[in-house]
């Protein structure tokens, strides 16, 4: 079964808009493994428009699951923030400043040598790496030659073509993960899965690991509850 990690950025969009400590971050997290999840994952950016940096280390010192840190390598303070804090695993996006969110995977045939390059230097000290990919084989195929652990498969295309048309909207994310799996790759994936979708995704990707789950997750503990919502995503991977 996938592991389920909570995104927990939009508590700190909250906490921020007031400039105080409420909602206190590390006692969101705390409560989420509480309430069942089996990662926390954040997505600091250069502007700390939700995720501080001073958060990682806080978080870092509590989280008892799985502590995942996305985020842009190439800022020199990510690589160091990283470093600095050693969670279990580091997601690479390929962020450009100013965009409102993640919104395509890396190219990893033009970056193949960089990325060989940054995903030694984490290895090296010990943290698994995952990379952000659109459902592309041949984007897989040459992710697998520089040295990451894990792809996250970026579904913000399923989850838009869903509603649409499921069976259309899965076929490049099914072709995706089984190249990935056959070349030893541990299968993540994140981005807009929701109530709706999840289930419908987890059944069809082959040896999917993890999912993170953020803005549909915090939206839908508005209405449950966050121990209600994270057990109802928990049911949808089950
Ligand atoms: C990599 C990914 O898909 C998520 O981390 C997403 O980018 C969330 O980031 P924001 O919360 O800043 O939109
Ligand atoms: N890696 C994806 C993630 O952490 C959360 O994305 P979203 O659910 O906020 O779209």
Redesign the pocket.
Known sequence: MARLSV?I??IA?LRNSRGGDNPNLVQVAKDCERFGAEGI?V?P?PDE??IRYQDVFDLKKIVTTEFNI?GNCQEQKFIDLVLASQPEQV?L?P?VLGQ???NHGWDTIANQQYLKEIIAVFKNAGIRVSI?VDPVVEMVEAAATTGTHRI?L???AYAHNYAVNKEDAIAPYIKAAEAAHKLGLGINA???LDLQNLQYFAQNIPALDEV?I??ALISDALYYGLENTIQMYLGKLA
């Open positions: 995104n950025n939009k969009t994952t997505h950016r428009r939700h996305e997601t996006v962020d409102i969110t993640s952000f996250e970026y579904t913000e994140g981005h807009d993170s953020g803005h």
